[in-house]
């Protein structure tokens, strides 16, 4: 069963957890409408209907409801809304409404905009429903919804990727390897294509040799997890880093800033990132938690990082 769901493995409802989800700017346009006979319309404009003013009244209740979603919708997230804006089109029969909402958070606010865009369509029904009894709602959808991993910027450019396992129990067959199945199936989702996998012992000479090669063979993207501690085995950071031509530190500094949000102790890695030639190199930690967060803060931003390597131009908007 999807892990992403709001239903468990018993068949019951639940509410989705998305505390691993990153933090982002969200934004989500809705749109309803409501169809009213053309004298009724005459009235609103007019500010004649019994109730007050019809459309000052719907934008507040579509504001106001846009901040209680979650009390109305069951398994909806509290949202901690920043902006919250109802704008109306006055048509000959009908009147539009259009709600943009905003917000920082993990996860989207596409239901905040619904349920302003219903709210405000049925304030008005409500308003006037003494002098008009064939209005009439609808219909409500989603118009955009940007800042999540199913947004817009999405990048379409998915790098070719080898992933190297560094730690001498896993090599020796001691241990399990986590980490790397981890990366794997977390680039592979993504639509990664995963050209390498390698389990190999913490030794310099055998790091080196396998991300030489790989740069030699132009894969786009290489992931190591594992040897970025303090112990005397942990060697990638001294491999990697006299090999990089550009380090890349704002992936080390995101990797770091979430990682801590997580654990304390991940001030404690030395991982690191950066370029060769066409090659992004990423050395992660060798928990499992570092890599499951490692997956959730790259995806998808890093693929953009690949048309600049390439010398593409970029959105300079994003």
Known sequence: MNDFTHIDNDGNLRMVDVTDKLTTS???VAESAITLNKTTIQQIQDSKIPKGNVLTAAKIAG???AKLTSQIIPLCHPIPITFADI??????DNIRITSTIRANDSTGIEMEALTAASAAALTIYDMCKA???NMTIGPT???SKTGGKSSDHLESFRPVTAILVLSDSVSKGISEDISGEILKKGFSNAGCSIKHFEIIPDNKKDIEFCIQSWIMEGVDLILTTGG???GSRDNTVQVVSPLLQKRLHGIEEALH???STKNKRAMLSRLIAGSVSSSMIICLPGSPGAVRDAVN??????FHGFDMIKGKAHNKNH
Request: no cysteine; hydrophobic share 45%; proline share 3%.
């Open 228 to 230: 970025t501690g303090l």
């Open 131 to 133: 002098v008009d009894r």
């Open 257 to 259: 800033r979430y990682g």
């Open 63 to 65: 504001i106001q409801a």
């Open 141 to 143: 959808m989603l118009i």
């Open 26 to 28: 969200r934004r989500a």
């Open 297 to 302: 803060v790259l995806i998808p931003t890093i």
């Open 87 to 92: 704008q109306f089109s006055i048509g000959e």
